[in-house]
Each structure stands twice: as C-alpha cells, then as structure tokens.
C-alpha cells in the first residue's frame, strides 16, 4: 500500500480517502482500485486481523447488583455451580477435570486419599493378586507344599476381598482371574491336606 492509514480493528480504509475497503479486495499479485478514489491499490491481509484476541481464562466478569456471585470471590459474578459441592464459582475459580467443572476446595480434597476417578493413573487389581497368589506356589509345590496352606488360602480371602471392588480402568472387573485364583487356591488347600496326609499315614506304618 502506499501510505499507512490508521483504521479501526478488523476494518480496512483506504489511504487516500479513507473509503471502507473489503478485505478480499486486497491481494499481494496485483493492483485494486479503490471504490472510493480509483487509486491503485496493492496488499496482504493476514488472518490476525480480523481475528479477536481471545478471553484470558483468569479474567472475571463483576457481578451487578442482585447476581449470583462466586462463593471465593465476591467481586465476580457466578459462571457456573460446582459439581461436587455445587457452591457457585466464577470463570477463575473453575477447574476442569475430565467433564466435571469442580471449585478448588473440591479438587484438593480430590488430590487426597479420596481421588478423583479422573486422576487415578494406576490401581491394585485384587482379581490378579489372587490369580497369581494362586498360581505360583503350585509352580513349586514339592518345595514349598506347608506353605500351600497358607497362601491357597490367601488366594481365596484376596479374591474375595476385592470382588467388589473397582478394576482396571481399561478392562473393568476381571471377575474371571478372582474365580481362578480361588480355585487355584482351593486346589492348594487339597494339595497340602492331601500331602499331609500321605505323610501321616506313612508315619503311621
């Protein structure tokens, strides 16, 4: 363009005689005549023009006389309840997890003993345990058959002890592991009584 002309955001004037000018009437190839003027006119306009500048996330509306207001601020009006407690919060105060606008007492009881389904990364698969409690000792049963006592039925309170409880966070309950681990565990009861038993009748003789 020729000149520098100062215009209002988002809108383009000419610089000659300040004529409202289309943004697509502008291109860096050749030369536009101005509707206003007929001076040639040549340029480039980048999307960061006519683009507003987004809202900060930390800035709050003032609530007016007679709005809901946040329950920690006051000054600001309420945007939304929280899904815990349901207290209302401004845009500062909300905090997403997952798809739940929590307030920031909420999340730090969250981040405590009770977490938040949303930020468990990990979990102790009681199904599991039992399986394995239930296998491994009969992988070396001639060695550690006294103890098949007690681990068969380890095996068997583990399993029943996490039935209910939550499972993995892909594959949900693995019910199926707990009743082998059960089973297992059984197997290790009959293994152990049965090998005690050959043992007392051979003392016996």
């Given at each position: 363009m020729p000149s520098v002309s100062s215009v209002v955001y988002g809108a383009l004037t000419?610089?000659?005689c300040a004529a409202a000018l289309p943004s697509q009437a502008l291109v860096p190839e050749k030369d536009e005549l101005c509707p206003?003027?007929?001076?040639?006119?040549?340029?480039?306009?980048f999307r960061a023009w006519s683009t507003p500048e987004p809202q900060s996330a930390t800035v709050s509306d003032r609530a007016l006389e007679g709005e809901a207001v946040c329950f920690f601020h006051p000054s600001n009006r309420a945007a939304l309840p929280c899904d815990s407690c349901g207290r209302f919060i401004c845009t500062v105060c909300e905090l997403r997890v997952g798809s739940r606008h929590l307030c920031p007492v909420c999340l730090g009881n969250g981040l405590g003993k009770q977490?938040?389904?949303?930020?468990?990364s990990k979990r102790f698969l009681w199904s599991f345990a039992a399986f394995w409690i239930g296998?491994?000792?009969?992988?070396a049963i001639l060695?550690?058959?006294?103890?098949?006592?007690?681990?068969g039925a380890s095996a068997i309170i583990v399993a029943l002890i996490g039935w209910n409880r939550p499972g993995s966070l892909v594959r949900g309950r693995q019910h199926w592991a707990a009743v082998v681990g059960i089973l297992l565990g059984l197997a290790q009861l009959g293994v152990a009584f049965g090998i005690f038993s050959i043992i007392q009748a051979a003392r016996s003789r």
């Open positions: 000419c610089p000659e206003g003027c007929r001076v040639p006119i040549r340029g480039r306009v977490k938040l389904p949303e930020i468990i296998l491994m000792p009969l992988i060695m550690l058959w006294p103890v098949l006592v007690i681990t």
